[in-house]
T-cell receptor
Framework: SQKIEQNSEALNIQEGKTATLTCNYT??????LQWYRQDPGRGPVFLLLIRENEKEKRKERLKVTFDTTLKQSLFHITASQPADSATYLCALGPKNTDKLIFGTGTRLQVFP | NAGVTQTPKFQVLKTGQSMTLQCAQDMNHEYMSWYRQDPGMGLRLIHYSVGAGITDQGEVPNGYNVSRSTTEDFPLRLLSAAPSQTSVYFC???????????FGPGTRLTVL
């Protein structure tokens, strides 16, 4: 069956460290992958998009990698801050459809 | 620009009642989608549309209807509410397949 898996357990890290979140998928052939941030009680907000032919994308303190062989994307936040505490969602755009399918999300907690 | 707007913000229904969740966007986006979000399940796609007059089913379409008569509006109809439809519903829009998706603030629905 098709799955998009993110760590269900919260990730707790100390301020200043690099947070790394994982998104694994099975039985999908994605054309691209997106990452979103969601704060409690609010809708998700887009962060980054990476296409299947791209290995890495950066935006300020954020970095995303995409390995279609491993079927995995990694999302890094460098020099993390308490304000980065939120749930982070990955989303796949499968080839040959117009759907955008989301993973379950990982909650990140950055403590001072 | 208001972005993506949803009404109502909160709703309580009795089993068997019907209702329509409203969604509108003012960004002239072709793509619009409805998701539901439940604890531990992430965002699940209910229905989506790639333009006025065109709709398709997502992962969990049963019990819901949609129509897209204009570019701006994409209402979601619950035909006969069931307790299993208790959830937070998000509407979203994007310009095209590879673009970032903008989410509305959500509707929290409780079915008793």
């Amino acid at each position: 069956s098709q799955k998009i898996e993110q760590n269900s357990e919260a990730l707790n890290i100390q301020e200043g460290k690099t947070a790394t979140l994982t998104c694994n998928y099975t039985n999908y052939s994605p054309a691209y992958l997106q990452w979103y941030r969601q704060d409690p009680g609010r809708g998700p907000v887009f962060l980054l998009l990476i296409r299947e032919n791209e290995k890495e994308k950066r935006k300020e303190r954020l970095k995303v990698t995409f390995d279609t062989t491993l079927k995995q994307s990694l999302f890094h936040i460098t020099a993390s801050q308490p304000a980065d505490s939120a749930t982070y969602l990955c989303a796949l755009g499968p080839k040959n459809t117009d759907k955008l399918i989301f993973g379950t999300g990982t909650r990140l907690q950055v403590f001072p | 620009n208001a972005g993506v707007t949803q009404t109502p913000k909160f709703q309580v229904l009795k089993t068997g009642q019907s209702m329509t969740l409203q969604c509108a966007q003012d960004m002239n986006h072709e793509y619009m989608s409805w998701y539901r979000q439940d604890p531990g399940m992430g965002l699940r796609l209910i229905h989506y549309s790639v333009g006025a007059g065109i709709t398709d089913q997502g992962e969990v379409p049963n019990g819901y209807n949609v129509s897209r008569s204009t570019t701006e509006d994409f209402p979601l109809r619950l035909l006969s509410a069931a307790p299993s439809q208790t959830s937070v519903y998000f509407c979203a829009s994007r310009a095209s397949s590879y673009n970032e998706q903008f989410f509305g603030p959500g509707t929290r629905l409780t079915v008793l």
